[in-house]
């Protein structure tokens, strides 16, 4: 217990944000295998002891990235959302923070967080339940919303990972010398996406907007 | 140029998308460097002789199995696109196409598409030189739309690539067992995408229907 809550202090410290995202980039770059913990240190400028505050050996550490990433996604997108009652507030929330966080972390954590292969099957079987969770939450969301009669005849399924892809993906081509920064790249997958999905005459503040 | 030749009828030889989809199912269970050209035979039930009519060694395995799929998007979505000179069916035929490539493969292919790690730079260049042509024609028909007085308001860089991640991202949860066939995901993404991008008082065919 003692440990447990160290670690959620260890995770919720900038500089462990620092090393995760620096090890998961060094780590995209190299591979895995190819990753020592010492061209982890030397890249943030501290010593292999240091390193060690955060990090709990190279074996753990692609699983320790992962809860990383999930834990982001918890704090930052799931967690506030619960508190917004309105379904279709609640989903633009969770499509554009989630795409900060993406694009934030330069897009390492968040690809590396798909690559499972190099977990043993316990860590693989937390890393899915987690995953499943948010996206349970997503299915959820859009399914309020199809009480409401907002959205169009879409299948939430199919919905749900749609949204997920266009965020995931953004990982894989957004850089920050983009012509768009962060917080608009955001918007407009919000934008794209709500579109995509919902009833145009049981739309919320953009169709009011849009008159 | 014989050589090419013979390289090309191989490419198109309903065997070797067996080969390629096979390999790239076991380098995405096992890892690359875990993998063995053995492997692949025995779970193909050929010699590894046999195998090597189809293969140039390892080191270019995973080089042939990304230009094998870049291939299919070429053959099966680019080349009869052109053909379509209305850019809005263009663009339905493309996105419906390119997702049912991608749900028939198992999508072990789609995703070491975007494992570049292990390429040579060279190999590397090829392919972002193919995916590059591909996004530019993706945008360009976007950018028809756009003309044509078609699109929302929307960038078509963020367009283009959410097009992709919702397509791509296919790869990582469509299973053939799944409750919606590979025709029945490929219509929901292109409704989901058509809506989320288009001024539905613009919109072809799907708008004549829905009134």
């Known amino acids: 217990m003692a440990l447990k809550r160290e670690r959620e202090q260890v ?18 770059e190299k591979g895995y295998d190819a990753t020592s913990v010492s061209d982890i240190a030397e890249a943030l400028g501290i010593t292999k002891a240091g390193l060690y505050h955060y990090i709990h050996g190279k074996t753990q550490l692609l699983f320790d990235i992962m809860q990383y990433g999930l834990g982001e996604l918890d704090r930052e997108v799931a967690e506030p959302a ?32 798909d ?44 919905a749900a990972f749609s949204l997920l892809g266009m965020i995931n993906w953004l990982s894989r081509w957004y850089r920050a010398d983009a012509s768009l920064n962060e917080q608009q790249i955001a918007e407009a997958v919000v934008d794209i996406a709500l579109n995509g999905l919902t009833r145009p005459e049981a739309r919320g503040r953009r169709g009011l907007q849009a008159i």
Chains 1, 2 share one sequence.
Do not use: C
């Open 82 to 113: 619960k508190k917004i009652a309105d379904p279709e507030k609640r989903l633009r929330f969770m499509i554009g923070m989630h795409a900060r966080i993406v694009t934030r972390g330069e897009g390492a954590v968040t690809i590396l967080v």
């Open 11 to 28: 995770l919720s410290d900038g500089r462990a944000a620092e090393v995760y995202r620096t090890a998961a980039q060094i780590i995209l």
């Open 115 to 158: 690559e499972a292969r190099a977990l043993t099957a316990a860590q693989n079987r937390k890393i899915i339940k987690r995953k499943r969770a948010y996206l349970d939450f997503l299915r959820a969301t859009l399914n309020e919303m199809k009480g409401e009669g907002k959205l169009r005849d879409v299948d939430l399924t199919v």
